[in-house]
C-alpha cells in the first residue's frame, strides 16, 4: 500500500498504526495526526453501511429525550467556555445531524444558521423540528456572502468526517467576526488502540475498531496543531466524559444499560477516570483575532 502524504502537515513519513477490513490507520510521526488510508469520506458518511443509525431510534421517546438532555449539557457547557450570553450572539453550527443541538441553539442564539449536507439528516430535522425550517442550509459551508457574520461557530462531530481538515478549519473561521469564537468537539484519540478495544467489547461498529465514517483521528496536539496552522487561537482546551454520562452511553448503545455499565457510568461520572484512559471528547474553544 503506498500512503498519501499526511493530510494535515504534508509529511511523508507515516506509519501503519491501526488495521481494519478494508483500510488501515497511519499515523504522522511529525504532528501527531491519524487519518484513514485510502482517504475518502464524505458529510453522509456518518450513516452509510451503518447498522444501527441513530435515525432509526428516533421514534423512540427516551432516545429523543437522552438526546436532548446530551445537547442541554453541551448547550450549557458552550455557555460557561465562552462566557457569553447566547442571546447576544449571531450563531453558525456546521454540520447539525439529527437536528437537537440546532433546536436549541436556535431557540436561543439572537441568530441562527445551521449547515448539513446530508439529505437524510436535513429531511429528518424538518420533520422532527419544525422550528428549524428556513434556518438550515444543505451545504457544510456557507458561501463567501456569510464571512465575517458570526459570533460563535458550533462544529460537533465534524471534523472526524472533513476531507482536509486544514483547509477546512482556514475557510470556515472567514465566516467569524474579528473576535468571534469557535466551540468545537471531536473524539479524543490519544490511546486509539485502547479506545478500539472499548468498542469492540461493546460491539460497536460491527466489531470494527473505529467509527466506519471517521476518517480523521485526532489526538490534543494534532488539533492544537490544525487551530493554530488555521489562524485560531486557543483559549480553552480540554476533555469531557462519555463514560460518565448514562445518557451518552445509552446514545452509543443505543439499548438499555446493563447493571455493569451503569456502575461503570456512576463511577467515571464521580472520578473523571475515564478521561486519562482517552474514552471522552476533546472540547476546544478558539479565537479569531485577526
Known amino acids: 500500500m503506498t500512503l498519501m502524504n499526511c493530510p494535515l502537515c504534508g509529511g511523508s513519513r507515516l506509519k501503519k498504526f491501526l488495521g481494519t477490513k478494508n483500510s488501515a490507520i497511519v499515523r504522522c510521526p511529525a504532528c501527531g495526526f491519524m487519518f484513514r488510508e485510502p482517504y475518502t469520506g464524505c458529510g453522509a458518511a456518518k450513516c452509510a453501511a451503518c447498522s444501527d443509525r441513530c435515525m432509526d431510534h428516533l421514534e423512540d421517546p427516551a432516545f429523543l429525550e437522552a438526546r436532548l438532555r446530551v445537547d442541554g449539557e453541551r448547550v450549557s457547557r458552550i455557555k460557561k467556555l465562552t462566557g457569553k450570553a447566547l442571546p447576544d450572539l449571531k450563531v453558525l453550527e456546521l454540520g447539525t445531524g439529527l437536528g437537537c443541538l440546532a433546536s436549541l441553539l436556535a431557540g436561543s442564539a439572537g441568530g441562527y444558521l445551521g449547515t448539513e449536507p446530508s439529505p437524510v439528516f ?76 472499548v468498542r469492540k467489547t461493546l460491539g460497536l461498529y460491527r466489531g470494527e475498531p473505529v467509527h466506519h465514517g471517521h476518517i480523521n483521528f485526532f489526538t490534543s496536539k494534532s488539533l492544537r496543531y490544525l487551530l493554530e496552522n488555521a489562524g485560531l487561537h486557543i483559549e480553552t482546551l480540554g ?25 461503570f457510568s456512576t463511577f467515571a461520572g464521580l472520578t473523571k477516570a475515564d478521561l486519562p484512559l482517552g474514552l471522552g471528547n476533546t472540547v476546544c474553544v478558539a479565537s479569531k483575532r485577526t
Open 122 to 197: 436535513y429531511s429528518l430535522q424538518h420533520k422532527n423540528f419544525s422550528e428549524l425550517s428556513g434556518k438550515i442550509i444543505r451545504t457544510i459551508l456557507p458561501g463567501p456572502e456569510y464571512e465575517d457574520s458570526f459570533d460563535l461557530m458550533v462544529a460537533v462531530d465534524v471534523l472526524q468526517f472533513t476531507e482536509k481538515p486544514l483547509g477546512f478549519a482556514a475557510k470556515a473561521k472567514k465566516l467569524l467576526k474579528k473576535g468571534g469564537l469557535v466551540y468545537l468537539e471531536v473524539p479524543n484519540e490519544s490511546l486509539l488502540r485502547l479506545r478500539a478495544r
Open 239 to 263: 476533555q469531557t466524559s462519555i463514560a460518565g454520562d448514562p445518557d451518552r452511553l445509552f446514545l452509543t448503545l443505543k439499548r438499555k444499560l446493563p447493571l455493569y455499565l451503569k456502575a
